[in-house]
Structure formats: C-alpha cells, structure tokens
C-alpha cells in the first residue's frame, strides 16, 4: 500500500516537472519570437527622399530655399527642385519644415511608416499643402548586371 | 636534475615556444611600429577571441576540437543575411541576427553531436568532414532556395538572376556597431571596450559553467566516459550538449567577426573558422584534450600576431608580400600538426607509462628531484593532464 502511495506520488511530482518545463519552454520561445517582433519594427531602418520638386497635376510649385529636420537629425536644407536622402530608424518621425532664415515652422508633422517599404518619397511641397499623399512608398529598380554571378572559389583571410 | 625539469617543461610548450621565436624573430624584419602592431593586436583580439573560446566546452567533454562549429559561423551567417535583408541596423541587427542564428545553430549542434556520437574516438575529422557536408547544404539553402522558396525581401542583396545571395554581401547597416559601442582611446591605442566586455562576460559563463553539475559532468565525461557512465551520468547526452553549446557560441562568435570586417563573403566566410580558431587555441597551449581560458588568449594574440608581421617581414625579406602570405599559411597549417603529433606521442608516452606502472616497473621520473614518483603522484599528473 505504502509502496503504490509512494509510486502515486513520485508520479504526481514527475509530471508537475514536466508541466513546469513545458511552461518555462513555451514561455521562452514566446520571449524570443516577441523580442524579434520588437526589434524588427523598432529598429527597421527606412530611407526617406526628401524632394522638393513641384507636383504640376496638382498645382502645386517648388518652395524655396527650406530647411527639413526629422527627429534629431540635422537640418538639411533644399534648394527649389532638389532631392536628399536621410536614413530614419523606427516607424514614428516629427518632421518640421523651416523656410531658410525664419524661425517659425512652415509645418510639423508625425508621420508613420509602414514596415514594408525600405525608401518612401516625401514630396515637401505637397506635405505643406496639406496633401495626404505627400509621402509615397519609393520602388527602386534596381539594374542588373547582364552576366551571371557564380559563388567564388577563393577563400577569405581570418 | 633542474635542467631536465626546465625541458620537460618547455616540451610540454613546444608549440607555444615555437610559435613565439618564430613571431619574435619576425617583428623586427617587419620593420612595423610598435603603436601600429599592439592597434592590430587590440581590433583583433576583440574581433576573434569569442570564435576561439567555442572550442573550449567540446574539448572539455573529451570530443576534442570542434571542426563542427563551422555549422555555427553558417547559422550566424544566415542570421546577418536576414538582418541586412531588412535592415535592421545597429546592435539591435546583431541580436536580430543571433535571434535568428542560435535556433539554427542548436539545431546544427544536435544534429552534429548526434553524429559525434556515433563516431565516436573520431570527432575531430568528422567534424571536419561534417562541415563540408553543411557547407554544401548551406550552398543549397542559400544560393538556390534564398530568393526562391525562403523570400528575401530586398532585390538589391540577390544575384542577377533574382535567387540566391550575392557573393558579397555589404554589412552596412550593422557595419562595427559593437566596436564602436564603447570606443575608447587610450594612449592612441583604439579599444573596442564593447567585445571585451562580451569576451569578459564569456570567459565568466565559462568559469560558472564549469562549476555548474552540467560542467561537472563534461569535465568528468572528458577524463573517463565509462567511469561517468557508472557514476550514472549521461554520456551521449553531456557530449550532445558541449557541440550544442560550442555550436551557439560559434554562431555569436562570426556575428561579432563579421560585423567588425564590415562585409560578408557569403559562400566562403565560414570556410576556414573552424581551422584559424583551432591554430589559435593550439598556439596558446591548448591541447586536443585540455582548453584553458589563458590559452585562448595567448593562442589568439600570437597567431594574430603573426598574422600582422610575417607578411610584411616576407616583403622586407623577399620583396613580395606573397612570400609573407605562404609563410603565414604554411605555419598555420604546421601548427595545428604538430599539435596533433605531439599530443598522439604525449598519449603513446602515457599509455608506456601506465603500462610500466602496471608491471611495477616504473621509468618514469617527476621531473623535480630526480626519484620515481608514487604511483599517487603519477595519477595526481595524468588526472591533470586530462582536465
């Protein structure tokens, strides 16, 4: 009797055991899959193309010499119907658009990006005159070189 | 009789020693200035010292050097892959990276212990040839199904054809981001304090994991499997664990290799990880069957050192850096045999040994006053030896 009781209960035990190592496995994998997922949206980095260049269909016309800071990056500054480049990391970006020599802001907006696309356009002109779609994914095509590329055989230094 | 012990002593270093006489002699031909040579040293050290230490757990548990942990580098390069993909700059890339190497590389780990298991007394050119193997699945997976099967979301990292990885790949955006985490100039010299800092914080899992019962185990699986096994430990288990770990280990060690050289050579980068990180751990004194965290050290500054002043000895010499180039090699490959050699006549000479004991006919001598030692004292030598 004593024996099946003590068998029950090295029974009950071993699979308390199992249970808490399923929980602490299943746990760490959800831990490992979610810092992914965070480090994936908030450390993705996008390029932005700031242009400002007019948009005719929409009657819309170069400003003139501007100053664009995103976060606390630099100010760059454009000239009319110039294009820049600046690298932003994260989804959520304040851009304040400056005319060259004032002080006050022509405007300040959030804008968020979506994960998918590396490079957006935003066309500043448009961004001041309120257009919502100032900012666009951008579609590199990328060219190709005519001959194929073969893995190499040379090994490299340590 | 002090004469004999100080020879003894320099033929249980006789890689070490000549290693260094070689490096010496070399300096002062290169004609290169100290300041510039310690630089190299420091970068170095930083960038391959963490390659190095995953050697240390299989040689530990008695499997000798883990020419396996190539499947690592290929896990951790796959990693990198997907962090460029998607550009995800930063020290963050480096553990997006590894979050995505380390489950590569436990599996790779398991599955080459596994192997190991069942070659085993042969770990050493099976994890050599096992390599080959994975190199050539890893050919597969990423010049033919990266692209095709497993989507790649940028174009601009795939060959011209539209699948498969290019053969460079540029690490732009986690480009030196660990080495410039913590950059501190001290006397001119660059110290990249962010990879000794990771190197500090893995040579002090080491020292706890070697306390811990798993460490135990290895260590008491590395001197006597069947002895462990009567003590109830399990064997097959304990050495699947230290390739898994050497694995892992081997995975983050070519994330922080390749962030510091900037770019990936896709299809050969982890080629010969395997073979450089087993001469340096030999250089420093290491054996097939004993791995200190001290020999790491010393094996990766000398090799490196030599590394940074024969080539350039060989220009000053021969007038072509080629000569340097050869030299290099030839003494990397020459080390790691006579590694090998000597550790095979070490095993012969011990075995004689025993055998000796055996018959009670002792020839040995301790090496200090010149009387045959008890057998105590000899099994205190052997015990440590195999440690």
């Given at each position: ?158 | ?234 064997v097959e288990r304990t050495r699947i664990v230290a390739i898994i770990m050497s694995t892992i280990l081997a995975c983050l060690g070519q994330i922080i290799f390749l962030q510091n050289m900037g770019n990936m050579a896709t299809y050969n980068a982890h080629k010969q990880t395997g073979f450089f990180a087993a001469a340096a751990i030999l250089v420093g004194g290491a054996s097939v069957t004993r791995a200190t965290i001290s020999n790491v050290f010393i094996g990766t500054l000398l090799l490196h050192l030599m590394y940074i ?79």
């Amino acid at each position: 009797m004593n024996t099946a009781a003590s068998f029950s209960v090295n029974q009950g035990g071993s699979q308390k055991v199992f249970v808490r190592r399923v929980v602490i496995r299943v746990f760490l994998i959800c831990a490992w899959l979610l810092l992914g997922v965070y480090l994936f949206i908030t450390y993705r980095a996008h390029t932005i193309l700031l242009d400002n260049k007019g948009i005719p269909e929409k009657a819309i016309s170069p400003l003139s010499r501007i100053q664009i800071q995103i976060d606390n990056q630099k100010p760059i500054e454009l000239a009319p119907n110039e294009r820049d480049k600046v690298m932003v990391v994260g989804r959520t970006h304040r851009i304040i658009v400056t005319e060259a020599g004032q002080t006050s802001p022509l405007v300040e907006k959030t804008i968020n990006l979506a994960i998918g696309p590396d490079i957006y356009l935003l066309s500043v002109p448009a961004l001041v005159a309120g257009s919502e779609e100032a900012l666009t994914p951008f579609v590199q095509e990328i060219v190709r070189p005519k001959e194929e590329e073969t893995p190499p055989s040379e090994s490299t230094p340590f | 009789m002090k004469g004999h012990a100080i020879l003894h002593r320099v033929a249980n270093q006789a890689v070490v020693v000549i290693f260094l006489t070689i490096t010496l002699l070399a300096i002062p031909v290169s004609g290169l200035p100290l300041p510039s040579i310690i630089q190299e040293i420091v970068t170095r050290m930083g960038r391959n010292a963490f390659l190095v230490f995953s050697l240390i757990l299989p040689i530990m548990a008695g499997m000798g050097i883990n020419f396996g942990m190539v499947l690592g580098a290929m896990a951790g390069q796959i990693g990198l892959i997907f962090a460029v993909d998607w550009n995800i700059v930063g020290v963050p890339g480096l553990i997006f990276a590894s979050l995505i190497g380390v489950p590569l590389a436990a599996i790779l780990g398991a599955l080459a212990g596994a192997v190991l298991n069942r070659a085993r007394g042969r770990e050493m050119v099976t994890g050599y040839i096992l390599g080959f193997f994975m190199d050539g699945f890893y050919q597969l997976v990423v010049l033919y199904l990266m692209g095709s099967v497993i989507p790649v979301h940028s174009p601009a990292i795939t060959l011209s054809r539209g699948y498969g990885i290019r053969n460079t790949l540029n690490l732009d955006s986690v480009r030196q981001s660990l080495d410039k985490l913590l950059n501190v100039q001290i006397g001119g010299i660059r110290f990249p304090l962010a990879n000794y800092l990771v190197i500090f914080l893995l040579c002090l899992f080491i020292l706890w994991f070697k306390r811990t019962k798993l460490g135990q185990d290895m260590r008491a699986v590395g001197q006597d499997e069947r002895v462990a096994h009567a003590a109830g430990i399990p064997v097959e288990r304990t050495r699947i664990v230290a390739i898994i770990m050497s694995t892992i280990l081997a995975c983050l060690g070519q994330i922080i290799f390749l962030q510091n050289m900037g770019n990936m050579a896709t299809y050969n980068a982890h080629k010969q990880t395997g073979f450089f990180a087993a001469a340096a751990i030999l250089v420093g004194g290491a054996s097939v069957t004993r791995a200190t965290i001290s020999n790491v050290f010393i094996g990766t500054l000398l090799l490196h050192l030599m590394y940074i002043v024969v080539p350039r000895a060989g220009t000053n010499l021969f007038g072509s850096a080629m000569i340097g180039e050869f030299f290099r090699d030839a003494f990397s490959y020459a080390i790691i045999a006579l590694a090998l050699v000597i550790h095979a006549w070490r095993k012969r000479a011990k075995a004689e040994q025993e055998r000796s004991l055996l018959r009670g006919n002792v020839i040995v001598r301790d090496g200090t006053n010149g009387t045959n030692p008890s057998p105590t004292a000899l099994y205190g030598q052997n015990q440590g030896e195999s440690l």
